[in-house]
């Protein structure tokens, strides 16, 4: 990005308009950029070892989830300190973003759009 200075002593840009248009940003996408469209499935990470299925459930009320799978060690059965959380549409998944940092616990709890499987 070349400044020019003016003979009035302001500083002009040398680009064209191309070159200009080429190094803004793209206007983000409406939504999260990360969700595949039809997976309404969150990430839900740094839940509280102590918190069940019934407190993501109740944490995430207004969103309208439909299955809760907090994922546990195999052998001990202990929780592995997240969540894959499943809403009726992608409102609600939207809804369940803007609870990211919210606590659970007293733990900040960490929400992102859910990734399929990938076979």
């Known amino acids: 990005n070349r400044q020019q200075?003016?003979?009035d002593g302001q500083q002009?840009?040398?680009q064209t308009?191309?070159?200009?248009?080429q190094q803004q940003?793209?206007?983000?996408?409406?939504g999260d950029?990360?969700?595949?469209p039809g997976y309404n499935v969150a990430y839900v990470g740094n839940i509280a070892?102590?918190?069940?299925p019934d407190d993501i459930?109740?944490?995430f009320a207004d969103c309208g989830v439909t299955k809760v799978r907090l994922h546990t060690d195999r052998d001990t059965g202990k929780s592995r300190g997240y969540a894959h959380v499943h809403f009726a549409d992608e409102a609600g998944?939207?809804?369940a973003l803007q609870l990211s940092g919210s606590e659970l616990h007293g733990r900040a709890i960490k929400v992102s759009p859910g990734q399929p499987r990938k076979n």
């Open 5 to 7: 200075q003016q003979p």
């Open 12 to 14: 002009q840009n040398s």
């Open 17 to 21: 308009p191309q070159q200009q248009q």
């Open 25 to 30: 940003p793209a206007a983000a996408p409406s």
């Open 33 to 36: 950029p990360r969700k595949n």
């Open 49 to 52: 070892f102590e918190a069940g």
């Open 57 to 59: 459930r109740t944490l």
């Open 93 to 95: 998944l939207d809804n």
